[in-house]
């Protein structure tokens, strides 16, 4: 069998005839570059067991590992799941990616895109509100110092937490 040691997702099962078709995609995180394979299963044992842990893989968007013992496909989930399939003959290939393959993929990155948009968001509106604490702090602070004999402890101390609060606010200002 030709499929990669790697996170790899079902894409379908589709059955033709006594045969079916295990479509399979590796992972497709920004940066990664997709690929689809294809493995034929000849006469399964049990094809509806196949079937319904690949639907439950699907539908969980579990990542599995591969592999083939003699005349077994077994396919383990992430979690431990596992099923062992027994069938006559078996052959894989890899794909060019399908028509829903790529819709899918499109739509998982939009929606990581918008998950980071909001979590950007959110922080970059902590980040703000830090500054004006980080601004009201510094004000207050420069005021402590103009209040004492220049020189004195209070006065170095105020001057030195000045320099600091000065520092953080450059900080989150870049």
């Given at each position: 069998?030709?499929?990669?040691?790697q996170e790899i997702y079902i894409s379908s099962v589709l059955k033709h005839g006594n045969d079916?078709?295990?479509?399979?995609?590796t992972d497709y995180?920004?940066?990664?570059?997709?690929?689809?394979y294809s493995i034929f299963i000849s006469t399964p044992k049990s094809p509806a067991e196949l079937i319904n842990f690949a639907k439950d893989c699907k539908l969980n968007n579990d990542y599995l590992?591969?592999?083939?013992?003699?005349?077994?496909?077994?396919?383990?989930?992430?979690?431990?799941?596992?099923?062992?399939l027994e069938f006559s003959t078996i052959n894989s290939s890899q794909r060019s990616l399908d028509t829903a393959e790529l819709k899918?993929?499109?739509?998982?990155?939009?929606s990581w895109y918008?998950?980071?948009n909001e979590?950007?968001?959110l922080l970059q509106s902590r980040i703000h509100e830090a500054l004006k604490i980080l601004n009201e702090t510094h004000r207050r602070v420069l005021i402590k110092t103009e209040t004492h004999e220049k020189g004195?402890?209070?006065?170095?101390?105020?001057?030195?937490?000045?320099?600091?609060?000065n520092r953080l606010i450059k900080v989150l200002e870049t």
């Open positions: 069998m030709n499929i990669p040691e079916l078709e295990l479509r399979l995609i995180h920004p940066g990664a570059e997709p690929t689809a590992y591969i592999c083939q013992k003699e005349n077994n496909l077994i396919l383990e989930t992430e979690h431990g799941e596992y099923l062992e899918e993929i499109m739509e998982q990155t939009y918008l998950s980071e979590h950007s968001r004195s402890t209070a006065s170095t101390l105020y001057s030195q937490q000045a320099v600091l609060i």
